[in-house]
C-alpha cells in the first residue's frame, strides 16, 4: 500500500482540507494502486480522467481559500449500482451494455448519493464490481467475472458489494458504498477485513440506485477503519425528497458516537446464531470479541429471536417477488442491450433481450418471484412470507426490550473458494442466514473486523466479522460500540505479497 | 415438490424470458429445490398475523404538484437501443391487417 493511502479517510479530509496534503497526489496515488491490482477485478469503470480533474479543482479551491467539504479529496470507490452521470452504470450486467459500441449505459443523472458525495468535495474514484443486479454473495454472478479475495485470491470476496469491499482492503481507496439488501454490506465487509454498514431502512436516499428488492435495499459505507464509516455514513445519510421512503429524521453526530465509552451498554447474544453450520473458528472468534467488550464494561446476556430460522425463506420470497418486478424495466427499449430476432414482435423482442441479457442467478430469481407472485400461489408464497416477516420484526423488538445492541457473527463461515457454492444455488442462499432478519426488520447493522481465523491447511488466516445491531435510527449505539471493539483489533490489510499474487 | 417443464416455461412466459431450451431443466430442478425449502415457513400458524410489506415507513410524504428535474430528452434518447421520430423506437405491437 502507498504511504498516501494508509492514511485513514479522516487523516485524508484533514489534510487536504488543511493543504498539508494534496488531493491531486492522494487521487494519483489511488489511481496507481488500482492500476497495480487490475488482477483482483475490484473496478469495472475507473474514473481517471474525472477523478483528476475534480482532485485539482479541489487543490485549486483550497489555494484560493475556500473550506472544503467532510470527505475534502478522499477517494470513494462507488458500487456499480449506482447512477452516475460521468461514469457507465452495468449494475453487473450485460444487459445495461449498449450493443452498438460495448459501452455501459450512461445515465443522464446522478443518484442522491453521489450527489451527496461530489458536495462534500469527495473524488470519485470509480464504479465497482458487483453480482449482477446485487443478486449474490461472492461476486462470482457478476457478468465481468469475479472480482478477488486480497486475502486469498483464491477465495472469494463475498457479495454482492464485493469489489467495493476488494478496493477498501486492498488498500485502493479508504473508502466505499456499497448497497445491502439482505447482507450485500455486511458479508462482503466481514470476508475482507473490513467496516461495512447497513443503516436502518429509510437512513439513506436511494434515488439513483438500480432497485433489487424495494422494501429492503440499502445504500451505507464500507470502510477501513470505524471512524471512516461513520464519516462517510455522516455525509450520505439524510431525508432526500425525491425518495419517499427516506426518512424525516435526525441525523446523529456518528463520529461523536465513536468516541463514547462503551461502559452501561447491554449487549444481547441469541443462540440462534450459533448453531448448526457456524464454522467453530468463526464462533471462537466472536465469543472472545464479545468478551473483550465485556471488559471495558458492556453487560452481556442472552436473547432470543425465535424466528431466525425462517428468515432465509421469507427473504427469497419476498426479495425475489420485489426483483422480478423491479426487473421489468429491462426489455430493451430504453436502454443497454436490446436483441431483436428477424420479424420479432414487441413481446419476442422483450423475451430475446432478457434472455440474452441477464444471468442465470437473475433469470433464476426473476423466475421464482414470478412464481410466488402467481395466480394460486401469491398467498402461499407471498403473503405467507409477509405475515412470517412480521413475526421476526416482533422478535426484534422483543429482544430490544432487554438490551441496546445485539451481537452476532456476520456470516458462518470466512471467505470460502470460489466456485464452492456454483453448483448449488440454495446452499449460498442458506450462507446468509444471519445477515438477513437485520434486513428483513429493517433495523440498524455493522459488521465490523475481530481478528483472523487461524491459518491451517490451504486455508490462510481469514478474517472474521462480528455483526452488531440496533433498533432502527440507533446507528450512533453501534459507532459506539465497533469503535471500542477497534480498540481491541486494529484495523490489520492483507499481506501486499497475496495482494498481487 | 416437482415442477414441471410447463411451469417452467409459463412463468417465463409470464416474466418475458424467452428461454434457451437447454436452461429448462436445471431450472426444474433448482426452482424446485428452493421452493420446497420454502415449504418451512408453513411451520408457523400465522392466521391472527397481520402481513408486513414495509418497514419503517410511518407516513407517506406530500410534494407540491410542481414539475421539477425534467431529463434532456435528447441525452435519454441517446442511450436508447433505437430512437426514432424523437421516441423510443420499438417492434410493431398493433396488427393493423
Redesign the interface.
Same mark, same amino acid.
Given at each position: 500500500m502507498s504511504e498516501t493511502l494508509r492514511f485513514s479517510a479522516e487523516e485524508i479530509a484533514d489534510g487536504v482540507r488543511s493543504g498539508r496534503l494534496s488531493a491531486e497526489k492522494v487521487t494519483r496515488a489511488s489511481l496507481r494502486a488500482i492500476e497495480s491490482t487490475r488482477s483482483l477485478n475490484a473496478f469495472l469503470h475507473v474514473s481517471s480522467r474525472t477523478a483528476l480533474e475534480s482532485a485539482r479543482e479541489l487543490d485549486a479551491r483550497r489555494a484560493r481559500g475556500e473550506a472544503l467539504g467532510l470527505l475534502a479529496g478522499v477517494p470513494v470507490a462507488v458500487k456499480d449500482a449506482l447512477c452516475t452521470s460521468d461514469a457507465p452504470t452495468t449494475c453487473g450486467s450485460k444487459i445495461l451494455v449498449? =450493443?452498438?459500441n460495448g459501452q455501459g449505459?450512461?445515465s #443522464?443523472?446522478d443518484a442522491s448519493v453521489v450527489q451527496k458525495l461530489r458536495r462534500a468535495d469527495a473524488v470519485i474514484i470509480g464504479k465497482t464490481n458487483m453480482d449482477e443486479f446485487a443478486m449474490g454473495s461472492s461476486n462470482e454472478n457478476s457478468a465481468f467475472g469475479p472480482a478477488r479475495n486480497p486475502w486469498d485470491a483464491s477465495r472469494v470476496p463475498g457479495g454482492s458489494s464485493g469489489g467495493s469491499a476488494v478496493a477498501v482492503a486492498a488498500g485502493l481507496a479508504p473508502l466505499a458504498i456499497g448497497s445491502d439488501t439482505g447482507g450485500s454490506i455486511r458479508q462482503p465487509a466481514a470476508f475482507t477485513g473490513i467496516v461495512g454498514v447497513k443503516p436502518? *431502512?429509510?437512513r439513506v436516499s436511494r434515488y439513483g440506485l438500480v432497485a433489487f428488492a424495494s422494501?429492503l435495499d440499502q445504500l451505507g459505507p464500507m470502510a477501513r477503519d470505524v471512524r471512516g464509516a461513520a464519516l462517510l455514513l455522516a455525509a450520505i445519510a439524510g431525508f432526500d #425528497? @425525491?425518495d419517499?421512503?427516506s426518512?424525516?429524521r435526525h441525523v446523529a453526530d456518528y463520529r461523536a458516537a465513536c468516541d463514547r465509552d462503551p461502559g452501561g451498554m447491554r449487549i444481547g447474544v441469541p443462540d440462534e446464531y450459533f448453531g448448526e453450520g457456524l464454522d467453530p473458528d468463526i464462533a471462537a472468534g466472536v465469543r472472545r470479541a464479545i468478551a473483550r467488550l465485556e471488559t471495558q464494561g458492556c453487560s452481556v446476556r442472552p436473547v432470543s429471536l425465535p424466528?431466525t430460522? +425462517?428468515g %432465509?425463506?421469507?427473504y *427469497? %420470497?419476498l426479495a425475489t417477488a420485489e426483483a422480478?418486478s423491479n426487473l421489468?424495466r429491462f426489455?430493451? %427499449? @430504453? $436502454? !443497454?442491450?436490446?436483441v431483436?430476432p428477424p420479424s =420479432?414482435?414487441?413481446?419476442?423482442? *422483450? !423475451?430475446?433481450t @432478457?434472455?440474452a441479457g $441477464?444471468g =442465470?442467478e437473475v433469470?433464476?430469481r426473476?423466475?421464482?418471484g414470478? *412464481?410466488?407472485l402467481?395466480a394460486g400461489y401469491y398467498d402461499a408464497?407471498y /403473503?405467507?412470507?409477509?405475515? %412470517? @416477516?412480521? /413475526?421476526i420484526?416482533r422478535d426484534f423488538a422483543a429482544a430490544f426490550a432487554d438490551v441496546d445492541v445485539i451481537a452476532t457473527p456476520t456470516s458462518p463461515t470466512p471467505a470460502f473458494k470460489l466456485g464452492e457454492h456454483v453448483e448449488d #444455488? /440454495?446452499s449460498l +442462499?442458506l450462507a446468509d442466514a444471519y445477515t438477513l432478519p437485520a434486513s428483513? =426488520? !429493517?433495523i440498524a447493522a455493522i459488521s465490523v473486523p475481530c481478528g483472523t481465523t487461524p491459518g491451517k491447511g490451504d486455508r490462510p488466516e481469514l478474517p472474521i466479522g462480528l455483526q452488531l445491531l440496533a433498533p432502527?435510527f440507533e446507528e450512533a449505539r453501534i459507532f459506539t460500540l465497533a469503535a471500542a471493539l477497534e480498540a481491541e483489533y486494529p484495523p490489520r490489510a492483507p499481506d501486499a505479497h497475496r495482494i498481487v499474487a | 415438490m416437482t415442477i414441471e417443464r410447463n411451469d417452467v416455461l409459463h412463468i417465463a412466459r409470464l416474466a418475458r424470458v424467452s428461454l434457451e431450451p437447454e436452461e429448462v431443466p436445471a431450472l426444474m430442478r433448482e426452482l424446485a429445490a428452493i421452493l420446497e425449502y420454502m415449504d418451512l415457513l408453513n411451520e408457523i400458524e400465522t392466521d391472527s398475523v397481520e402481513p408486513t410489506a414495509h418497514v419503517a415507513v410511518t407516513e407517506l410524504p406530500l410534494r407540491a404538484d410542481a414539475v421539477s428535474g425534467e431529463l434532456e430528452r435528447d441525452v435519454v434518447l441517446e442511450q436508447a437501443p433505437r430512437a426514432g421520430g424523437g421516441g423510443f423506437a420499438v417492434p410493431t405491437f398493433i396488427d393493423e391487417s
Open positions: 449498449r =450493443a452498438q449505459w450512461l #443522464p443523472y436502518s *431502512y429509510g422494501s #425528497p @425525491r419517499s421512503t426518512a424525516k424466528h430460522r +425462517y %432465509v425463506a421469507t *427469497y %420470497v422480478s421489468a426489455d430493451g %427499449v @430504453r $436502454f !443497454g442491450l436490446r431483436e =420479432a414482435d414487441l413481446s419476442r423482442m *422483450y !423475451g430475446s @432478457r434472455d $441477464f =442465470a433469470k433464476r426473476i423466475l421464482l414470478t *412464481y410466488v402467481s408464497y /403473503l405467507k412470507a409477509q405475515k %412470517v @416477516r412480521t /413475526l420484526v #444455488p /440454495l +442462499y428483513l =426488520a !429493517g432502527a | -
